[in-house]
Every structure is written in C-alpha cells, then in structure tokens.
C-alpha cells in the first residue's frame, strides 16, 4: 500500500492537481477529498479528459457550503486514450491513468553514404 498522497504534498484545500508524464504513462492526481465517488464523473472527449465535481449544500464549521468544478486536461500526443483508468483513494485523491505505447528495444540504424562512385553502408 502506498504511503498517503496527501502526506506527500503540501496541498491547499481547493481542488489542487498535478499532471505527471512518466515513462510508461500520463498520470493525472487530483484533490476530490470534499466529494463522495457518486458526486464525480470523469469523461474522454476528443482529446480531452474531463473531471466533473457537485455536490449539494453540507454543513460545515462554518455554516453551510455547496462545491463545484469542472477540470479539463488535454491528453498529451502518444497517449492512449481508449485506456483511461480512474481510481479514488481512501484519503480524497483521484488518480487517472492513461498509458503510453512502448516503443521497443533500442536498436541501431545504419547510416549510408556515398562516396562518389558507389553507395555504401556503415
């Protein structure tokens, strides 16, 4: 089990994110701790993905409060988008997860040259 994400950042209470392109994938971590799962859509359009966030009146310290947002993020070139996987955490964080095709083993390309009278290869 990983140690809490929230632990890690120092993230002020508004909805913070952060985008990571690793090697394998593009990962997106979002602060959703305010919203139930039944409260958030996540949606690919285009090449957009597209985090919906509601939730009606709660009460609070303070009194009453209602929360909305709608994040867009544009997934990057080469990533698969028909892949796209969502997981929320226990401790309020939604993590999105799109991979990224492998590109196989590294290989040599030869060169080739002319010298005047003939083509050759290195």
Not at 25 to 48: A, G
Not at 69 to 84: H, N, T
Request: with cysteine; proline share 7%; net charge negative.
């Amino acid at each position: 089990m990983r140690p809490s994400f929230m632990r890690w950042f120092n993230w002020p209470e508004n909805g913070h994110s952060e985008m990571r392109m690793e090697k394998d994938r593009f990962v997106i971590y979002l602060d959703v701790k305010h919203f139930s799962p039944d409260e958030l859509s996540v949606n690919l359009s285009d090449e957009f993905i597209t985090v919906h966030a509601k939730h009606e009146d709660r009460q609070d310290d303070h009194g009453f409060v209602s929360r909305e947002f709608l994040r867009k993020y544009r997934l990057p070139s080469g990533v698969l988008g028909a892949d796209i996987t969502s997981n929320l955490s226990s401790d309020g964080v939604l993590t999105i997860t799109a991979p990224r095709p492998c590109l196989g083993p590294d290989r040599n390309i030869p060169i080739s040259f002319e010298d005047g009278s003939q083509k050759q290869k290195m």
